[in-house]
């Protein structure tokens, strides 16, 4: 017997000597199945949320074009909470720059320098002018990169609007393939006559 259960089709003889032969039936998928689906999605995302809550990890989106390679625009990173002096040359942190080049803005740079007095921060464009106290405020340090995950919250528009952009062409998308396939497996499936 096959594994999946599917049996080949049987001929038994009927009264009056006519064969009825009887046809393996796959069940389409039914409402328990997307039922049960999205219900692992929504357990999943919420048990993601939880970790991130108790491993005191915050998401932020990187906006500028300063890091290529390192973190690019649209990267999604994932960051703790970081002294300055836990610092390291090479991690990836997230601040606002201490004044008077504070604009109210939010910079990813890497760190390019440490010594006992702070760290010295830098990006594509060259080091930084400022430098980061060791007494002053924590930074976030990405302990996560995930390139592009990002994008849909970058924009001007509403995170509805961002995120709605890209999922609803990829979703009729997928509708018209499934569709696609559903006809070609009824084409194929031949008909025997009672």
Do not use: C, N
């Amino acid at each position: 017997m096959d594994p999946t259960g599917w049996r080949p089709a049987e001929r038994r003889p009927s009264v009056g000597g006519v064969e009825i032969s009887t046809v393996p039936h796959r069940r389409a998928a039914s409402a328990r199945g997307w039922l049960v689906a999205g219900g692992l999605v929504i357990v999943v995302a919420v048990v993601l949320l939880g970790v991130q809550a108790l491993l005191g990890v915050q998401p932020s989106v990187v906006a500028g074009h300063d890091l290529a390679g390192k973190a690019d625009r649209g990267t999604l990173l994932l960051s703790t909470q970081a002294a300055v002096g836990q610092l390291r040359v090479g991690d990836v942190i997230t601040f606002r720059p201490p004044a008077p080049y504070d604009r109210g803005v939010r910079v990813t740079r890497e760190v390019e320098a440490r010594d006992l007095l702070g760290a010295l921060t830098a990006s594509d464009a060259g080091v930084d002018p400022w430098q980061l106290p060791t007494s002053g405020p924590d930074v976030e340090r990405a302990v996560v990169r995930v390139a592009y995950l990002g994008y849909p919250f970058l924009g001007s528009g509403s995170l509805l609007e961002r995120v709605l952009l890209p999922v609803v062409p990829v979703m009729v998308i997928a509708a018209a393939v499934l569709i696609a396939a559903g006809r070609t497996r009824r084409r194929r499936t031949p008909r025997r006559a009672a």
